[in-house]
Nanobody, 124 residues
Framework: QVRLIESGGGFVQTGGSLRLSCAVS????????VGWFRRAPGKEREFVAA????????HYADSVKGRFTISRDNAKNTVYLQMNNLKPEDTAVYYC?????????????????WGQGTQVTVSS
């Protein structure tokens, strides 16, 4: 069974930074595309960022481009999301996710595994 466990969420002021981590177990991590989605109160879950299995290709939502950086450490089976210059509209539950069958995707349905989520709150 594949497990994804997020950590690193919290409360931060506008302009601050947080780094989310997601530890993945139960599958061959280096073969998985991994990424992050988020869901703000009253909104649908939306794509944030993803990185291919080889680590060389990343993709970001326009709303976070230039502020967030996704990376992976295949030796530690962990994916990270560095979030800088945070804004109140970044407030959401952030979910780590992994896919076995696609090189990279922004679509919710393409991902096979999900973490429980970690709350990020940005105050104005």
């Amino acid at each position: 069974q594949v497990r994804l466990i997020e950590s690193g969420g919290g409360f931060v002021q506008t302009g601050g930074s947080l780094r989310l981590s997601c530890a993945v177990s139960g599958d061959t991590f280096r073969r998985l595309t991994v990424g992050w989605f988020r869901r703000a109160p009253g909104k649908e879950r939306e794509f944030v960022a993803a990185v291919r299995a080889n680590g060389g290709t990343t993709h970001y939502a326009d709303s976070v481009k230039g502020r967030f950086t996704i990376s992976r450490d295949n030796a530690k089976n962990t994916v990270y999301l560095q979030m800088n210059n945070l804004k109140p509209e970044d407030t959401a539950v952030y979910y780590c996710t992994a896919a076995r069958r696609v090189p990279i995707s922004t679509r919710y349905g393409d991902y096979d595994y999900w973490g429980q989520g970690t709350q990020v709150t940005v105050s104005s």
